[in-house]
């Protein structure tokens, strides 16, 4: 029994050792693998830098009949900077 927990742990230390670093999207909290092309295209914010789908940000002022980019704000660090959708 022992050895079964001791070979439990050294395959979970092996995954978190593999783990890819993930950039999450703050709006569906879904992660891209960093350097991964669907994570260049996120949206940053230009003031914290934290990172959206463009799908997401696009969906969001859907729902809020925004007519204009400029009326959206970062859940995080709540400014109206946003890089280039």
């Known amino acids: 029994f022992q050895e079964a927990e001791g070979d439990e742990d050294d395959s979970d230390r092996e995954d978190q050792g593999n783990a890819a670093v993930k950039v999450m ?3 569906c909290f879904s992660g891209e693998n960093e350097g991964s092309s669907k994570a260049a295209k996120m949206v940053p914010c230009k003031l914290c830098n934290k990172k959206y789908h ?3 940000v696009k969906n969001w002022g ?3 009949d925004l007519f204009h980019w400029s009326s959206w704000i970062c859940s995080s660090c ?7 959708l």
Do not use: A, D, P, Y
């Open 62 to 64: 859907e729902h809020r």
């Open 78 to 84: 709540r400014s109206c900077e946003v890089g280039c």
């Open 54 to 56: 463009k799908k997401c």
């Open 25 to 27: 999207c703050r709006l």
